[in-house]
Structures are given as structure tokens and as C-alpha cells.
């Protein structure tokens, strides 16, 4: 298993481009899925995860063109099975996003159940009771949802919470249903927005991408398209905290900041001084960081994504920290390993109280989940010594080139 050896304690300096939003383009891959004709994707992050969605595409019977490292084009004129299976899904829960797209042109999905993961059990059963309000025969049978439908039913569906892939599936399922969908309670997500952009491409009718209430009226066919993917906001926000925890000065290219106001507002708050343009962020860090209070939100809140990478700036901040993570029931597995490092953190419940430490000394430590693994490698970067980061197939399904990027702003990390 590749680990990253970090020799810590250089202030961060350089540019590093960042690359298309995982998040986004996920459940655009899937959107493919509602046409028969080619849709070409452009900015497609080159990730663990994108490579396992594509997997799973094909094995449904789409064609998948690569034209360079970052554009293709995907055609499912030919699909020949509607099953997302087990051994695919357990791996990635996002493969829950081919159940909407199949449901609406297909009339019949078997996807998989996905499993719990380390930061929560994350259910699916929004998704499944949005699909049955817009007239989806479902049924649960070992471990599988089997939805059938002749045609889908548009309907209004109020989601118990928001759920940004449930809002997702059910915006892909109601853009062929018979008549008008209202989801109320919709994730506010960029991601959503930019799915929504591709689909109006497509020729869907959406209104009310980005609020809590989408209003869409459904067609009987979709057509392809050409579409840029949006930038990492996460990635991006990634890269600002391990500089305001090292120090230095970074610039930032491809990236949105109008996307990311609260990680912003945040940093700004530790004591990071920033200069934004229209896709570049330069940001600048002299001295130690402030201790700055966190509570994860549905977006335009707090991203939960975020959390991790946060704490790993407050352990060396100057003062305590409250970080509430609202969103799920345990993603705090950071926390210990954190510790390891010489961190100071309590956590209570939801709530973890973080002490700032003069400084973090080098350990090996495990990644549990993706954005633990980006917090680890912050911590890293930000301890005197040597630090060896364990598991890190976690972080590639979401950063890609991580330990590349990172060297480019001069820090010493490595791949063994
Ligand atoms: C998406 O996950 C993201 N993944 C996550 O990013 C992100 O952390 C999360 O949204 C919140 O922003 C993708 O977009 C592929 P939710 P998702 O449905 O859609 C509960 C990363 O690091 N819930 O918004 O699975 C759920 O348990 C990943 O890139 C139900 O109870 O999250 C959670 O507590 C991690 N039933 C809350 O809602 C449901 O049917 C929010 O989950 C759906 C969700």
C-alpha cells in the first residue's frame, strides 16, 4: 500500500493549478446515461474515484472515448444491463447515482445497496423515497434496490434533510418523467448547479438550481452536449489551509472563488490574507495561524468537506477552537490521529474542542477516510520532523497528483 513521507516546516511557495470538481463531475458521468447521444466532458479530475464511475459505466454499456487527460466523451446509445453491482458500489457510494438516470430512461434499475462508510452510515433511502413519489415500483431484495417504472411520474418531493446526491438522483430522474417535479428541501451545492447546466444543455427544463426549491418540467428525450466541469472548491480550500498552516505564499489557478465564500471568510479569520480574481486565488501567510471556530452546513454554509482540513490548521493555531460537525455522525476519525501528531484536541459528541500547539511533531499515522487523508498531510506539512501517512489510496480518490502539486509549491513530500 503507497504511503507519503513529509519532512515539515517549510513555508509553502509557488502556483499550482487545481482541477474539476470531483463532486460535480460524479453525477455527470451519470447524467450521460439519459441521452443516446455522445456528451463531451471537459476539466474531468483524473481521480481514483472518476475511474471507478467510468468502470461501472461500462459495464452498463457505455462507450467511454478519452481525447486527452482530462476531456471525453461517453455515449450510452447501446446499453445492455441496468445492474450496479455489489463488488462495484461498496467501493464507491456515489454508484448510487446511476439509479435515477436508469429509472428515467430505462424504466428499471437493480443497484446496489451501498454499504456504511467511516464517516457515517449515509443512507440512500431519500433517494429511493423520491424515486417512489415520481411513480417508481421499488423493491429491496438482498441487499439491492430494484426499481421499475413505465414512465415516471412528475410529483413535488420534500426531502426529510438535504441530501446533495439525493438531490442529484432525483433532479436526473425527473428531467424524462411525465410533467412537473418540485424538489423542496434540494441541496444548494455548486455541484447541483453545474449537473443542472449540463442537463439545460441537454435540453431539460430546470429552474431553481442553487435554491432550495427545483422546479422541473420533464421532456420526452434529451439530446448530447459539450460541458465544462466546475472547479474543486475542496481542493482548492485543501491547499489554503496548508498554507495558513505553514506559512508562505501560494496562487491558486482554475479555481471559483465566488464558490467559496465561507471557506474564504474562514481563512481570513485564521489570518490568511487573500487577493482574489476572477479564476485565481493568491494568498499569503505570515506567522502563526488564529484559532477560528467551525460548524459545518449544507452549503452556502460551512462545507463539511472542509472540517477536517480546518482542524488540521487549528492544532498549531494560536487559542482554542470549537469545531461542530452537524452534517454526519463521525467524522472525527482525524481526531486520534491528529494526536499522534502532538495535537491537542477533546472531542465531545459532535463537538471537538482544539487547542492550539506550538507544534505538531512528526509520527506515522493512518488516513481513515478522504478528507482525514488531506488533514494528515496538512498536519504534515505544518510538523517539525518526519511524518509517514499510511492508507493514502483514501486520498487518491480525491486529490489528484496530491503529493505532485504539493511539491511544486516546495514541499518536501514523497510517494513510497
Ligand atoms: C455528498 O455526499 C458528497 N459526495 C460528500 O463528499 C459530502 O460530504 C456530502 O455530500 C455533504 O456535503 C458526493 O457528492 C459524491 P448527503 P452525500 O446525502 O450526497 C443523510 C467527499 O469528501 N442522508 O448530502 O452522500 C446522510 O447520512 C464526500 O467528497 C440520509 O439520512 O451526502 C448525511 O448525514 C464525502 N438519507 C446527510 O444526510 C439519505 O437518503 C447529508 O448527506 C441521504 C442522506
Known sequence: MDRLRITGGTPLHGEVTISGAKNAALPILCACLLT????????????????????????????????????LTLQASDITSYEAAYDLVKTMRASILVLGPLVARFGQARVS???????????????????AALGAQIQMTQGYVVAQSDRLQGNTVRTDMVTVTGTENLMMAAVLAQGTTVLENAAREPEIVDLANLLIKMGARIKGHGTDRIVIEGVD???????????????????????????????????????????L????????????????????????????????????????????????LNTVATGVALIVETIFENRFMHVQELIRLG?????????????????????????????ASASLVIAGLAAQGQTIVERIYHLDRGYAQMEHKLQSLGAQIERI
Not at 498554507?243 to 491558486?252: E, F, H, N, Y
Not at 495535537?343 to 478522504?370: H, K, P, Y
Open 265 to 312: 471568510d474562514k481563512l481570513r479569520e485564521a489570518g490568511l490574507s487573500l487577493t482574489l480574481g476572477e479564476d485565481w486565488i493568491e494568498a499569503t501567510m505570515n506567522g502563526r495561524p488564529n484559532s477560528v471556530d467551525i460548524r459545518t452546513h449544507e452549503y452556502p454554509g460551512f462545507a463539511t468537506d472542509m472540517q477536517a482540513q480546518f482542524m488540521a
Open 36 to 71: 443516446e447521444e455522445p456528451v463531451r466532458l471537459n476539466n474531468v479530475p483524473d481521480l481514483k474515484d472518476i475511474r471507478t464511475m467510468l468502470r461501472l459505466l461500462e459495464q452498463l454499456g457505455v462507450k467511454v472515448q478519452w481525447h486527452d487527460s482530462e476531456s
Open 221 to 263: 428525450r434529451l439530446h448530447g452536449a459539450e460541458h465544462n466541469i466546475i472547479s474543486d472548491r475542496i481542493e482548492a480550500g485543501s491547499f489554503l489551509c496548508a498554507v495558513a498552516a505553514t506559512g508562505g505564499q501560494i496562487r491558486l489557478n482554475a479555481v471559483e472563488p465566488d464558490i467559496m465564500g465561507a471557506t
Open 113 to 131: 445497496l451501498p454499504g456504511g462508510c467511516a464517516i457515517g452510515q449515509r443512507p440512500v433511502d431519500q433517494h429511493i423515497r423520491g424515486l
Open 343 to 371: 495535537a491537542n484536541i477533546e472531542v465531545d459528541g459532535s463537538t471537538a474542542v482544539v487547542r492550539g500547539v506550538d507544534t505538531l511533531c512528526g509520527a506515522t499515522v493512518m488516513a481513515t477516510d478522504l478528507r
